[in-house]
Each structure stands twice: as structure tokens, then as C-alpha cells.
T-cell receptor
Framework: EPEVTQTPSHQVTQMGQEVILRCVPI?????FYWYRQILGQKVEFLVS????????KSEIFDDQFSVERPDGSNFTLKIRSTKLEDSAMYFC???????????FGDGTRLSIL | DQQVKQNSPSLSVQEGRISILNCDYT??????FLWYKKYPAEGPTFLIS?????DKNEDGRFTVFLNKSAKHLSLHIVPSQPGDSAVYFC????????????FGSGTQLTVLP
């Protein structure tokens, strides 16, 4: 069964550095999402992406964050000038059509030191 | 953000019995609801969904019930199996949105052999 794959599985970064989290959505999917889960908290929506542009973003997704689909397969989340509170599990998800359920990757654990 | 609430952080059930997981929501604009299952170190896996125009959807051992007037949904698993032990998340989608998920806090289900 096709899967959403995320790399790396764990990223450790010094505060203030930039990180790029990578995702390969399911190949024929058109809708892409990033979520995060801070330890002990709910899974929270960050941003949705369709047709090469952001379709919706949450209040969390401020100027520190950006997304890109640099080629036909990758979908990346960039976090500039990381802060301690950015430490979380980041999940990528994709769906094939608007009404279809989202499929999630196994996440990247981001640890900011 | 308490738009989707799962008030039971944990539930233990004997193998073969019924597991009932509950979820409440407050936003009347939600028009689609989903249940995801999550094992440790993995991403959420889609289980079953229901549109707001229905009150029941069944898929094998899993049935989701929706009570719109009470803004309540539940997931029934019959019969429960030890492999069902996981965290179960209720999620909702708002009408007119980019179909991003609003998650509950999850319920840890333990099925005892």
C-alpha cells in the first residue's frame, strides 16, 4: 500500500538554526498538509497546500515557517530561526481528493537544544 | 482549542467485548468526522469516517455513530482484539475549509487478553 514517507525520523538542532523537514506524499495525491504534536498536547494543523500554493494556514504558521513543493515528489516544511518551543513531532499528510481521508507519515521528531 | 473533545484519556476492555470511544464537538460548521488510530512511533492511520448527513457508518468491526443534535460521535469496535490497543483520535473537518483536521486529544485503548 502506498505510504507517506518523512525524513529524517529525528532531527536535533541548535536553537536559532534553520531546519527543513521532508515529506514524500503518496504519488497521485494532490492535497498536502503539515501538522505538529507537542509532547502531551493535541495534534495541531499547521498548513495545507494545493495546486502549488498554500490553501489555508493556522495561527501557528507564522513568518518563521514556509512550505515548498520543489519537484513533483517532495513536500518540505522549513522552520527558520528555531525556538525551544518548536520541539515537537511534525506529521506530513496527503489526500487524493478533497473528500478523501488524509494519509499520514510516521513523523519527524524535532528536538531544539 | 477545545472544539473537539475526547473526555476519556484511557479505556480498558476485555478481548472479545465491545469498545466504545466517545467524542464531542462544539463547532456547528464541522461537516465530516473521522477516527484515526495511532501506534507509538507511527503516524495516525485512518480508520473510518462519517459525513454529517448520516448517523451511522459501518466497516467490518468498526462502526461510527453521529448524533448531530448532541454534537456527539462514538466509535464502536466489536469484537475488540489485543491488536486494537492504540491511541484513538477523533477528528473533524469544517465546511468550506481546506479540509484540514481538527483533532481531539485522543483515548488510549487497551484491550486485555
Amino acid at each position: 500500500e502506498p505510504e507517506v514517507t518523512q525524513t529524517p525520523s529525528h532531527q536535533v538542532t541548535q536553537m536559532g538554526q534553520e531546519v527543513i523537514l521532508r515529506c514524500v506524499p503518496i504519488s497521485n495525491h494532490l492535497y498536502f498538509y503539515w501538522y505538529r504534536q507537542i509532547l502531551g498536547q493535541k495534534v495541531e494543523f499547521l498548513v495545507s497546500f494545493y495546486n502549488n500554493e498554500i490553501s489555508e494556514k493556522s495561527e501557528i504558521f507564522d513568518d518563521q515557517f514556509s512550505v515548498e513543493r520543489p519537484d513533483g515528489s517532495n513536500f518540505t516544511l522549513k522552520i527558520r530561526s528555531t525556538k525551544l518551543e518548536d520541539s515537537a513531532m511534525y506529521f506530513c499528510a496527503s489526500s487524493g481528493a478533497r473528500g478523501q481521508p488524509q494519509h499520514f507519515g510516521d513523523g519527524t521528531r524535532l528536538s531544539i537544544l | 482549542d477545545q472544539q473537539v473533545k475526547q473526555n476519556s484519556p484511557s479505556l480498558s476492555v476485555q478481548e472479545g467485548r465491545i469498545s466504545i470511544l466517545n467524542c464531542d464537538y462544539t463547532n456547528s460548521m464541522f461537516d465530516y468526522f473521522l477516527w484515526y488510530k495511532k501506534y507509538p512511533a507511527e503516524g495516525p492511520t485512518f480508520l473510518i469516517s462519517i459525513s454529517s448527513i448520516k448517523d451511522k457508518n459501518e466497516d467490518g468491526r468498526f462502526t461510527v455513530f453521529l448524533n448531530k443534535s448532541a454534537k456527539h460521535l462514538s466509535l464502536h469496535i466489536v469484537p475488540s482484539q489485543p491488536g486494537d490497543s492504540a491511541v484513538y483520535f477523533c477528528a473533524a473537518i469544517r465546511s468550506g475549509s481546506a479540509r484540514q483536521l481538527t483533532f481531539g486529544s485522543g483515548t488510549q485503548l487497551t484491550v486485555l487478553p
